[in-house]
């Protein structure tokens, strides 16, 4: 009896094992397909995924969300002049602030080179202001390690909230991007609202 029970359930075991091995690694790969492998913060595939979620959510039950776009600062002189390792520093440095920074349920995404977006739920453009100063002081306080020592970083920020006469995702993402520009031309370092530029 027991010889028997055995050589059954050694099988069905087995397999239970091997199924629930194969089920973890594919969450795993699933996880690691989400995320950027140098920075750790989501991809621009994910970030899609959360933000189409997000504007159905929010059209249903007329809940409000922003977008911050976010630029490291004079990036392309930082590499030119410190070197890729020393830029890629500090894509980590400034992703790890800017996550310590954020709320719980915000969505930090690396959204293409040296271009970060935030996503943040149930957020209306006070409060998203508010959280975008909030990342910038974080970025500017942090230094970046390069081997002639450590530098300081910041970051530009435009802020765009979703109002019911925005068409899609895609118009939100493009005002909060030329609100991003606009702190750039003001000086950088600095936080510009879409539609409170003056």
Partial sequence: FWIATALISFPMITVLLTLHTAQRLQEEIHAQARRDTLTDAYNRRAFTEFADKEWSRSKRHGSSFSILSVDIDHFKLFNDQYGHQTGDAALVAV???????????????????????????????????????????????????????????????????????????SEVLAISDAALYKAKAAGRNRVVAAGREE
């Fill in 95 to 169: 992703s790890r602030s800017a996550q310590a920074a954020l709320r719980a349920n915000d969505i930090w995404c690396r959204y293409g080179g040296e271009e970060f977006v935030a996503l943040l739920p149930d957020t209306s453009m006070d409060r998203a202001l508010a959280v975008a100063e909030r990342l910038r002081l974080a970025v500017e306080r942090t230094t970046s390690s390069s081997p002639r020592g450590s530098l300081n970083v910041s970051v530009s920020i435009g802020v765009a909230e979703r109002s019911p006469h925005h068409a899609d995702l």
